[in-house]
């Protein structure tokens, strides 16, 4: 069983800042790619940034040089630093995870989801 627990939504101010971990936990060998996705009230799952077990990252048009992916492999967890945040980040924000598990598989596994709104 393997669990990915994100913290650190709330509600921020436009140009304000908050930051988003995700720690997965359970029967671990491996994690592959982390990332980030979000959706927005009547629309569909979109992804904000990924990176890879060596620190590759890929951002969204919409969050480059706003948004900061990063991982610690120590503590599987992942984070999502956000700056200059505006009314269209709110969304609800999905930590994902392509973990090896013990016994040789890989599965794709999601966060509960952490709300992010963004409104003076």
């Known amino acids: 069983q393997v669990q990915l627990v994100e913290s650190g939504g709330g509600l921020v101010q436009p140009g304000g800042s908050l930051r988003l971990s995700c720690a997965a936990s359970?029967?671990?060998?491996?994690?592959?790619?982390m990332g980030w996705y979000r959706q927005a009230p009547g629309k569909e799952r979109e992804l904000v940034a990924t990176?890879?077990?060596?620190?590759?990252?890929n951002y969204a048009e919409s969050v480059k040089g706003r948004f900061t992916i990063s991982r610690d492999n120590a503590k599987n967890t992942v984070y999502l630093q956000m700056n200059s945040l505006k009314p269209e980040d709110t969304a609800v924000y999905y930590c994902?995870?392509?973990?090896?598990?013990?016994?040789?598989?890989?599965?794709?596994?999601w966060g509960q989801g952490t709300q992010v709104t963004v409104s003076s």
């Open positions: 994902n995870a392509r973990i090896l598990v013990f016994g040789g598989r890989i599965f794709d596994y």
């Open positions: 359970g029967r671990i060998f491996s994690i592959n790619a």
């Open positions: 990176i890879t077990s060596l620190g590759s990252t």
